[in-house]
């Protein structure tokens, strides 16, 4: 069955990084575009970014442009998020999820791995 | 600010209807497909529907989809308390080259 699990959170101090990861099983990871939402604290969801199943596109939630970088290995059947000059609004669950079809439809979410930005 | 609009809160009693609506424009919803998911606090996000109306595998028929130009609305008929959570519309955006998602719509059932 599909699998997506997150690692890599943490607490980490303001302006420094962290490289989320989402490791996928039982599809073919090759396949699909990925994507990464996060949820802040008492806000709701947020997109934060998408690539395509080879790697040739990537865009960006505009909160997170310049600072955030999405990238994948299908060698390792990997999905990452490097985070770049955290802000405490960073804070949050991040989950990676995988694209099935239209871009819009994320079909299956991993459980998440949370982010605390904190001095 | 989110780039598509919904209600804040909507609220029905259970076995009763209740539609949650979600406005754009024709850079994302007017001419691209939308997906609905439902969330419970804590838990993972579920999609509940995609391309504006179909329902995946396991999620039932009480939940139904539509679209009317660059607006959305979901409904849920027989309202049960397990359907107390936060609904999300999403779409891609021409404009914005990226996934715009509605702020949230949260659901009571009386």
């Known amino acids: 069955q599909v699998q997506l699990v997150e690692s890599g959170g943490g607490v980490v101090q303001p302006g420094r990084s962290l490289r989320l990861s989402c490791a996928a099983s039982?599809?073919?990871?090759?396949?699909?575009?990925m994507q990464w939402v996060r949820q802040t604290p008492g806000k709701g969801l947020e997109w934060v970014a998408l690539?395509?199943?080879?790697?040739?596109?990537?865009y960006y939630g505009d909160s997170v442009k310049g600072r955030f970088t999405i990238s994948r290995d299908n060698s390792k059947n990997t999905l990452y998020l490097q985070t770049n000059s955290l802000r405490p609004e960073d804070t949050g669950f991040y989950y990676c999820?995988?694209?099935?079809?239209?871009?819009?439809?994320?079909?299956?979410w991993g459980q998440g791995t949370l982010v605390t930005v904190s001095s | 600010q989110s780039v598509l609009t919904q209600p804040p809160s909507v609220s029905a009693a259970p076995g009763q209807k209740v539609t949650i609506s979600c406005s754009g424009t024709s850079s994302n919803i007017g001419n691209n497909y939308v997906s609905w998911y439902q969330h419970f606090p804590g838990t993972v996000p579920k999609l509940l529907i995609y391309d504006d109306n179909k329902r995946p595998s396991g999620i039932p028929d009480r939940f139904s989809g539509s679209k009317s130009g660059t607006s959305v609305t979901l409904a849920i008929t027989g309202l049960q308390t397990g359907d107390e959570a936060d609904y999300y519309c999403g779409a891609w955006d021409d404009s914005l080259s990226g996934v715009v998602l509605g702020g949230g719509t949260k659901l009571t059932v009386l």
């Open positions: 999820a995988r694209t099935d079809g239209d871009w819009s439809r994320l079909d299956y």
């Open positions: 039982g599809f073919t990871f090759n396949g699909y575009t």
């Open positions: 690539i395509t199943y080879d790697g040739s596109r990537k």
